[in-house]
């Protein structure tokens, strides 16, 4: 009879995830995360099977956490939709900015492993939808508003404003100063707003 599980397997997915978000998935040993999760080799590979489904498991959990965050800043109640945008650019700007470090789990997964590993490459793919699918409905909802040109693609707007914010992380990775990640999202703000 197999014994109950002592541990909460939130808890060890949030420790590989930090594990993995400061090393890298090919630098992280298991020897890494037996230390970072206080579990031994079998109960890791007993509860998650190997390293590369213990990482599938902590980048989905960071990708489904994103975009709820994003989801929250771009729907949220009480302002415009032009003004959610704004708030949610600026953000990111702001976060990019302070995090000189670490930058994106995501991002790093998908530069590391996207070309080689088709799921990661999938979950990747899945979250910069869901995250576009988001700025186009708040882009169609500041056309209504009358804040953004009801003539431009919000389709081609929510693509650029994606890049736009991907980009950022680059940039702050490449030593731009903070100073000139946040200026240049007041820029593309006022690129995009029609007053």
Not at 67 to 80: K, M, N, Q, S, Y
Not at 88 to 97: C, D, G, L, P
Not at 181 to 194: C, G, M, R
């Amino acid at each position: 009879m197999a014994r109950p599980r002592t541990f909460d397997e939130a808890d060890v997915v949030a420790a590989a995830r930090d594990e993995f978000w400061s090393r890298g998935y090919a630098a992280t040993s298991m020897d890494d995360l037996t230390t970072a999760t206080s579990l031994g080799r079998g109960s890791l590979y007993g509860a998650f099977g190997d390293k590369h489904t213990l990482f599938l498991r902590a980048l989905d959990g960071y990708c489904t956490a994103a975009i709820d965050e994003v989801r929250a800043e771009l729907r949220e109640p009480g302002l415009r939709a032009y003004d959610r945008l704004a708030r949610h650019i600026r953000s990111t700007a702001a976060s990019v900015a302070a995090d000189s470090r670490r930058g994106c789990l995501m991002a790093r997964s998908a530069a590391e492993l996207a070309g080689s590993d088709d799921e990661i490459a999938r979950t990747v793919e899945r979250t910069l939808a869901a995250w576009r699918r988001e700025l186009v409905d708040c882009i169609k909802a500041a056309q209504r508003e009358g804040s953004i040109d009801p003539n431009e693609n919000p389709q081609a707007l929510a693509t650029m404003l994606l890049a736009f914010l991907r980009g950022m992380e680059a940039l702050g990775k490449g030593g731009v100063k903070p100073a000139q990640i946040k200026a240049a999202a007041d820029e593309v703000l006022s690129l995009i707003s029609v007053g």
